[in-house]
């Protein structure tokens, strides 16, 4: 990917609104042409599709036309079955959106956009059709034709006009988290710093790297990236998650050799640091590296004090930061240079990378698609029970808005300022039919009389301050201009509408309020048990677990902790920061290498062992991990040592160590031959 000059940040911004409301007035102007019954549909769904990055747009343009088909379609065999029913019609629309809504919550990807579309735009298209279900297909038609016109020219201006791709953005990121990496990396091996220091840049990387991932999945979709930086870039995100659990278990095993380092180890230490530091690195220079390391691994035998063993497990670990570090800077120059990264012969592989899994929370989805639900269906009856002709917009702002914002720990502040701000946008709309547009006689006066105000809005779209303000300005001051071939504006229809609007948001942001009143603390705690109840698992399965899916589930859950850092207890910072609940499933994994070249007894001792620790993980929130559970992990040790030279020995000894290590950070060192354990107390 080669480097090119930026615009500054501000003329980028003026671009991409120039080019949004060129869209925009491109989209109107055909819905003009082809005489479609509301074309404001079409303009408005520019502003609401348009994204600064290209692949952005195209991602969610992609999704927006398969969701406006789905939920086109669904308007089209609901309304008319249950018309006749309006009690029972409200009940199917809002199960509908909550469903949708439901699985949008589950996905967590550009297609999660889909599923939204799906659920509310049956609202905004069957809810007004409920007077006059004659014209529903004609009215979901229309809906189609005009969203998919407005994301089209939404698409083409995108891509065709100054497009900024969604690569150089995420190679930038990349390459920041990185250099941060490098820093870390050294503070860890020369014991700089400070614990403090280390565990805060630990979390901002982990959340900085959930960032990235999100920026990424937009890659697929963009048409401006070179082919070799887009798997240049995911190649080089898949080496630069695994530094996270290898830096943290790198610094466990320092901690516990305690300052006790032979002079040959440490000069290896410093040798490592200069290298991580160098702007580039040698591939001779890794060599030696890993030359140095192989010579001062110590073997390890039945008799092994646990200083050598330490001292084995911590020189594979660097063995690990070389390989993975000199990978990344390959991938990097690689990547820079437009190169095809596939041909790199990389030092580092692991048996299946890091599969894009994604953690899933049902119950806080269900509970967001009840809120949405319940929303929904008190709007429907306020509208029914007062008999107000346009109410029919209360229940659609009540689905729209409850759906926009139902991924965020609260989404009550949100909607208010949506709210807020979508009155300001009414005032603006009001000014614009009333006292300006009746001057307006052709096209060319509309647009320069749009033109200072769309393009503000614009502008606040592209500042990621200010996104929602210009979104909620942009979108929805372009439908409720509800532009059309002739002026036809009524005062009284105008302030109906815009009362039931203010309805439905007012609704969304009290029923939220009620039904989505756990905040941050809450779903911290539910992803720090969900993560222990993932390593029992992983536990009783022997570690016969996909161990790419384990990886990418256990960072994207690590990525959310770390966004909520200060909604999370002291006593359990810990084991967020350590990465510990990772670096122990880890081990656990790489443990069924060795499952087959070991001796009964030992599978024995392995298996008692791994059995304390599942029991041990599913109480760890109302418990601290029980000391019995560190005896069986010694007892196992003790057998693993046992063994005869061979892989499978070796492999053993790393898993039970870093379980060890990561699970009694404080414990005391391993003795040679402990007592049996005792069983553990419920």
């Known amino acids: 990917m080669s480097q090119s000059t930026h615009l500054p940040v501000r003329a ?26 509301r074309p404001y549909w079409a ?65 967590r990807t550009p297609r999660s956009y889909l599923f939204m579309l799906s659920g509310y735009t049956l609202a905004l298209v069957g809810f007004p059709a409920v007077t006059d279900p004659g014209s529903i297909f004609d009215t979901a038609v229309a809906r189609f034709e005009e969203i998919t016109l407005g994301i ?7 891509t065709l006009v100054l497009p900024r791709s969604v690569a150089p953005v995420v190679g930038a990121k990349v390459y920041a988290w990185l250099a941060d990496a490098r820093r870390l990396s050294r503070d860890i091996l020369l014991g700089g710093g400070g614990e403090l220091r280390d565990q805060e840049q630990r979390l901002r990387l982990a959340a900085e790297a959930l960032d990235i991932d999100t920026l990424a999945s937009h890659l697929a979709f963009d048409r401006v990236a070179d082919h070799h930086a887009v798997r240049g870039l995911r190649a080089l995100r898949l080496h630069m998650l695994l530094l996270l659990p290898l830096l943290g278990s790198i610094r466990d095993r320092l901690t516990a050799l305690d300052g006790h380092l032979s002079p040959p180890l440490q000069d290896l230490l410093q040798r490592l640091a200069n290298w991580l530091s160098a702007p580039t690195g040698e591939r001779e220079a890794a060599d030696e590296l890993r030359a140095v390391v192989a010579e001062l691994r110590p073997p390890l035998h039945a008799d092994a004090s646990w200083h050598e063993i330490m001292t084995a497990n911590l020189l594979i670990r660097l063995r690990e930061l070389v390989d993975i570090s000199e990978d990344c800077r390959a991938l990097g120059a690689a990547i820079a240079a437009d190169e095809d990264t596939s041909q790199l012969q990389l030092a580092f592989r692991t048996e299946q990378g890091i ?81 300006i547009l009746p001057a307006i006689s052709t096209i060319e006066m509309l647009i320069v009389a749009l033109a200072p105000t769309f393009i503000l809005f614009g502008v606040l779209i592209a500042r990621p301050t200010t996104t929602p303000i210009g979104m909620a300005l942009g979108a929805n001051g372009a439908t409720l201009l509800a532009l059309q071939s002739t002026y036809n504006a009524d005062f009284e229809s105008f302030a109906n509408s815009s009362a039931a609007f203010m309805v439905g948001m007012v609704a969304a942001i009290v029923l939220t309020r009620l039904m989505r009143s756990a905040r941050a603390e809450w779903i911290a705690h539910r992803l720090l048990q969900t993560s222990w109840i993932t390593l029992a698992e992983t536990a009783e399965r022997r570690g016969n677990n996909d161990r790419a899916t384990f990886v990418g589930i256990m960072l994207d859950r690590l990525g959310l902790l770390a966004q909520r850092i200060t909604a999370i207890p002291e006593a359990e910072r810990r084991d967020l920061d350590s990465l510990r609940q990772l670096r122990v499933g880890l081990n656990i994994i790489d443990l069924r290498r060795a499952r087959h070249g070991l001796s009964s007894p030992t599978l024995r001792a392995i298996d008692a062992m791994l059995d304390q620790l599942a029991s041990a993980c599913r109480e760890c929130a109302a418990a601290p991990i029980p000391t019995t559970l560190l005896s069986a992990i010694d007892a196992a040790l003790a057998k693993a040592l046992d063994e005869p030279a061979a892989p499978a020995k070796e492999d053993a000894l790393i898993g039970l160590v870093g379980i060890r290590t990561g699970l009694f950070p404080d414990g005391p060192p391993y003795h040679m031959r402990p007592l049996e354990p005792r069983s553990l107390v419920a």
């Open 152 to 158: 089209i020219c939404a698409t083409l201006v995108s």
């Open 355 to 435: 599969a894009p899994a994604r953690h899933r929370d049902h119950t806080l989805a269900l509970w967001s698609a009840a809120g949405v639900i319940i929303a929904i269906l008190v709007c429907c009856a306020f509208w029914i029970g007062t008999g107000w002709v346009d109410g029919a917009s209360a229940p659609m702002m009540a689905a729209v808005a409850c759906s926009f914002f139902a991924s965020q720990d609260d989404p009550a502040p949100s909607i208010q300022n949506f709210a807020l701000w979508s009155l300001v946008a009414i005032i603006i709309v009001a000014i614009y039919l009333f006292g």
């Open 43 to 107: 303009m408005a769904t520019v502003y609401i599709t348009s994204q600064p990055l290209a692949g952005a747009t195209s991602s969610k343009a992609l999704y927006r036309v398969l969701g406006t088909l789905i939920g086109a379609v669904a308007s089209v065999a609901i309304v008319p079955t249950f018309v006749n029913s309006p009690e029972l019609l409200s009940l199917v629309i809002a199960l509908w959106v909550g469903g949708c809504l439901y699985l949008s919550l589950l996905d």
């Open 12 to 37: 980028a911004d003026l671009v991409f609104s120039l080019k949004t409301f060129a869209a925009a007035m491109l989209a109107l102007v055909i819905a003009l042409w082809l005489d479609l019954p």
